[in-house]
Nanobody, 128 residues
Framework: QVQLVESGGGLVQAGGSLRLSCAASGGTFRIYNMGWFRQAPGKEREFVAA????????RYADSVKGRFTISRDNAKNTVYLQMDSLEQDDTAVYYC?????????????????????WGQGTQVTVSS
């Protein structure tokens, strides 16, 4: 059983930056592909970014490509999401998830059902 705890959310002005962290415990972190999703008020949860077990492969939603960067530190059992050039549309609760079953970062990594564990989320609010 893996526990995931997100942190780093907050209020930021449009054009600013935030770095989210997701700390894992209770399992072997390096065996999981990791992903970030977000859910805005009144909307479905959507994929943001994912990273493979050893960090050599990443995938991004088109809406964040070029602005967000996912990374991981397996020694610290943590995955990060660096968010730059934030826009008001980035306002949402951000969740991290851990996937055990996919052997590589295939397209299904963008689907919620793939993930085995989730954190509780951290709020990101971007003001104008």
């Amino acid at each position: 059983q893996v526990q995931l705890v997100e942190s780093g959310g907050g209020l930021v002005q449009a054009g600013g930056s935030l770095r989210l962290s997701c700390a894992a415990s209770g399992g072997t972190f390096r065996i999981y592909n990791m992903g970030w999703f977000r859910q805005a008020p009144g909307k479905e949860r959507e994929f943001v970014a994912a990273i493979s077990r050893n960090g050599d492969s990443t995938r991004y939603a088109d809406s964040v490509k070029g602005r967000f960067t996912i990374s991981r530190d397996n020694a610290k059992n943590t995955v990060y999401l660096q968010m730059d050039s934030l826009e008001q549309d980035d306002t949402a609760v951000y969740y991290c998830g851990a996937d055990y079953h996919l052997s590589e970062l295939e397209p299904r990594i963008t689907a919620q059902y793939v993930y085995d564990y989730w954190g509780q989320g951290t709020q990101v609010t971007v003001s104008s």
